[in-house]
Nanobody, 124 residues
Framework: QVQLVESGGGLVQAGGSLRLSCAAS????????MGWFRQAPGKEREFVAA????????NYADSVKGRFTISRGNAKNTVYLQMNSLKPEDTAVYYC?????????????????WGQGTQVTVSS
């Protein structure tokens, strides 16, 4: 079993920045890719970004390319999402998850363990 805990969400004005963190604990043996997803009110959950175990490969949704950066900590069990130039449409609950195939893929059903989510609200 893997436990994921997100932090770093909050309220920010448009154009501002936030850095989300996701810490993994529990049965963390083996390598796994990690991803960030988000769900806005009344909308389906959508892919945001993902990174492989080594950090050598990343993947981003078109809507966040050039504004968001995903990275892993030196201990590999923490993943970050640096969000710059935030827009009101980025408002959502952000979730981190582990990819069971070790791929930095946008396909949601490849992700098995999920965190509880952290709220990001961007005001205009």
């Amino acid at each position: 079993q893997v436990q994921l805990v997100e932090s770093g969400g909050g309220l920010v004005q448009a154009g501002g920045s936030l850095r989300l963190s996701c810490a993994a604990s529990g049965r963390t043996f083996g390598s796994y890719a990690m991803g960030w997803f988000r769900q806005a009110p009344g909308k389906e959950r959508e892919f945001v970004a993902a990174i492989t175990w080594s950090g050598g490969s990343t993947n981003y949704a078109d809507s966040v390319k050039g504004r968001f950066t995903i990275s892993r900590g030196n201990a590999k069990n923490t993943v970050y999402l640096q969000m710059n130039s935030l827009k009101p449409e980025d408002t959502a609950v952000y979730y981190c998850a582990t990819n069971r195939y070790g791929l930095a893929d946008p396909t949601e059903n490849e992700y098995d363990y999920w965190g509880q989510g952290t709220q990001v609200t961007v005001s205009s």
